[in-house]
């Protein structure tokens, strides 16, 4: 393990200085734990470089000590996202597939329409909700075990689910 050192850290958090050393010490560990997880490089980078974005954007709260585990954290998060925003669209995409024998033109559009609303309406859910519907919607996890997932309380899981129906609910009746 890489340590950094305190002269890296201002009195409130991670200055340029810590930064750099802590990019330097942990990118290419971080891309090999992305890249194990996802097998592609490309995404591996994308989500590193994301990562360490965030972590720049909220270096003024950011403890050396923690930065390591926070970076792993912030990695794994983003990249379970990403995984799900592309089973979420691999099942709708084998859905119209699956029932195009059965489609009129007219219904194969309107179901490609509300897949773009139906998205769209999912990427402005904020992060928290937006998790918790897709690990229950499309993993088909349970409250317990989305809690148990996500290290929070049952009750914050069902607040978050019932935040995202409602949105939902609301967008997609307005449209339609």
Do not use: C
Request: no cysteine; aromatic share 10%.
């Amino acid at each position: 393990m890489k340590v950094l050192s305190d002269k890296n850290q201002t009195e409130t958090g991670l200055n340029k200085a810590g930064f750099e050393q802590l990019f330097d010490a942990y990118y290419d560990e971080l891309q090999h734990f992305i890249y194990f997880k996802s097998g592609d490089t490309q995404v591996a980078e994308d989500i590193v470089q994301d990562a360490f974005l965030k972590v720049w954007e909220m270096r003024s709260t950011v403890r050396v000590e923690t930065a390591r585990a926070l970076l792993y954290t912030i990695s794994a998060n983003l990249f379970a996202n990403r995984y799900k925003r592309m089973k979420l669209n691999l099942k709708l995409q084998q859905t119209i597939i699956e029932d195009r024998t059965f489609e009129t033109p007219e219904f194969e559009m309107e179901i490609k329409e509300f897949d773009r609303k139906l998205q769209r309406v999912l990427s402005e859910l904020n992060e928290n909700n937006r998790t918790v519907f897709l690990m229950n919607r499309m993993d088909q996890m349970t409250y317990n075990e989305i809690a148990a997932n996500l290290n929070i309380s049952v009750k914050a899981v069902e607040k978050r689910m019932k935040k995202a129906l409602e949105h939902v609910r609301k967008e997609i009746e307005q449209k339609f």
